[in-house]
DNA sequence: CCGATACGCAACGGTGTCGTTTCGAAAGCT
DNA sequence: AGCTTTCGAAACGACACCGTTGCGTATCGG
């Protein structure tokens, strides 16, 4: 973790021997509390900026030592917090590449479509020039994972013929990846069921004519 | 404007004949200094809600007061600051489709780098839709000429032939600036020059085979 | 049982912003 | 001139957080 062993870990002290505690051990369950508190503020539309520690220790039903004891301060708790979170993503068919990237591109549109994505996008987006170590940590559990399973999907592609073999496999990464975020970020209401298939085609087949 | 006329407009007040303001009038200077001092601060990073009346006052150089007695809240005076920006566009060549795309994309990435215009972007990713009114605005004066400038290449792409006769143009413009959107905002320092140029390229050709 | 530590809670003094008010000094009109 | 309105500046009381401290209680090891 990060600040986690401001006195001591939750069960360190390896090669001390005697080093044990000795006191009551912290709470894991307010551990949990509190990150999940940061969490739904975070998801709420707060930035992490707004964030205050006093709302997150209310939240959370925990007194404000509880949270200072463990981490000494806002961006260490919310890059812990970040690093809790998983990134469920769609098991893909595997049987066409085109199929494949649809089903991951109707998810990501999916998940634009609810609340809690559409703030920690938000974040993502605004809060990364001003927390780099923060955004460090989100793009590597949310972000990253899911440019991968695109990016998987495309090599194997390139791979077994399904793609020309000289494709910029970034650029079509970016280009499958920003064409949905720019829909779902600006695209006004024009999110149809097909959108996914669409970009998708039109990512394959290209524009230009023949 | 939105809430210019609290008192009474700056000149306006045609029709009630004896209507002028009779006192001494409002300094035009005062209010170029807010709006200019409001958009400097978000330009150094601040968010919507980090935005304090207090600091836009002290940038300005003016009295609080000269500033409540324009705008009953901040959420207007940003909307009328927003509203003031103008969007320098690059001039396209219209000698060939891929060429004006490529001239707009590269625009759009020398625009990213740029502070500035970072900070308006993250304004209008992360606060979108904590203020709505606010976006409209934005997405008005911002983003919707960008948008245009590449629709109407695409558009005329396809009606003169350069490009397919059925193409998405939508989806085209999504991709394109989606595209970019992405690199410039997660693109792992792989900002290169000949981006706009592979970008363009491979949404034109497209990557299926043949 | 004892010592040690963590718990939730409430309070501390300090800071920053809020929106309003008061002030003396411009700056316009008649 | 006199009147009106705005100007910048300063102060107001109110509130929200800050990070810290003390309190009484709970929970561990020895």
Partial sequence: MTTQEMTHGTAGQATAGAGR????PRSEKAEKAIIEATLDLIAE???VAELSIEAIASRAGVGKTTIYRRWSNKEDLVADSLATLK????AVGGVSVRDDLITLLAAMQNEAGQERT????NIAMSDADRYPRLMGRFVKVAVEPRRKAVRDVVQRGVDNGELRPDTDVEVALATLSGAMLWYTKWGNGELTDDLAERIVDQVLSGIAPL
Same sequence: chains 1, 2.
Avoid at 87 to 90: D, I, M, N, S
Avoid at 118 to 121: K, P, V
């Fill in 87 to 90: 990134a469920p993503l769609p």
């Fill in 118 to 121: 559409r703030c920690l996008m």
């Fill in 21 to 24: 505690p000795a006191g009551r």
């Fill in 45 to 47: 539309g707060m930035g």
